[in-house]
């Protein structure tokens, strides 16, 4: 599981470990991963944990399961549209602390002013604070509740039309009218302005 996750994403780090325990919390208390959209996740990040949620618990971003919310919190919540079970899974901030070390080698990596040697120690205190993650207590990593499911719609199919100016065909329901004359998003925003 731990392997296969780390295949998909490209590198281990605490955030991908993070997705795995939640995953695991899900397929013990919501059930097997999604084949279709059984369940549905929303998730409040696009980070790391993500793509280990997404491989693992079958919801996915393609299928229209996965729903995300651009509101920058470590939550998750999942839903079984068949036993009408959700849970929200919020991870706490303490669990990821990590030492004044570690902290100054993430930013010079990340604007990369880091040293090869600098660089080496970073990924081994990465990978160690992983494991530190993959290992921790259930309640030390996360809060867990039992919520009332929210109606989520399941994916539909829409018809297309195409754009007046790029002439590429866009799903009905993000057409956006000018004159009368339907437009792409991109072709909207470049003629008026607005953005999306
Ligand atoms: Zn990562
Ligand atoms: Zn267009």
């Known amino acids: 599981m731990i392997e296969n996750a780390i295949r998909?994403?490209?590198?281990?780090?605490?955030g991908l470990a993070a997705g795995i325990r939640v995953s695991e919390v899900v397929l013990r208390e919501l059930g097997k991963p999604a084949r279709d959209e059984e369940m549905v996740a929303i998730v409040e990040n696009s980070s790391c944990g993500?793509?280990?949620?997404?491989?693992?618990?079958?919801c996915t971003f393609g299928k229209g399961n996965l729903i995300f919310r651009d509101y920058g919190k470590s939550v998750y919540t999942f839903?079984?549209?068949?036993?009408?079970k959700a849970l929200r899974i919020s991870l706490n901030k303490e669990a990821f602390d990590t030492d004044e070390e570690h902290?100054?080698?993430?930013?010079?990596?990340?604007?990369?002013?880091?040293?090869?040697?600098?660089?080496?120690?970073?990924?081994?205190?990465?990978?160690k604070k992983s494991y530190e993650i993959l290992?921790?207590?259930?309640?030390?990593l996360m809060t867990i509740k039992q919520v009332e499911p929210e109606p989520v719609q399941k994916a539909r199919i829409h018809e297309s039309l195409d754009c007046v100016v790029c002439n590429e065909?866009?799903?009905?329901?993000?057409?956006?009218l000018l004159d009368g004359d339907t437009h792409c998003i991109p072709c909207f925003e470049k003629l008026t302005g607005n953005k999306f």
Do not use: S, W, Y
């Open 50 to 58: 993500v793509d280990a949620i997404q491989l693992l618990t079958g």
């Open 135 to 140: 290992d921790l207590p259930e309640d030390k």
């Open 169 to 176: 065909p866009v799903m009905e329901t993000r057409v956006k």
């Open 103 to 127: 902290r100054t080698l993430f930013a010079k990596v990340r604007n990369k002013t880091a040293t090869e040697a600098e660089r080496d120690i970073f990924t081994q205190k990465h990978i």
């Open 79 to 84: 839903i079984n549209r068949e036993t009408n």
């Open 8 to 14: 998909f994403h490209g590198h281990q780090c605490p």
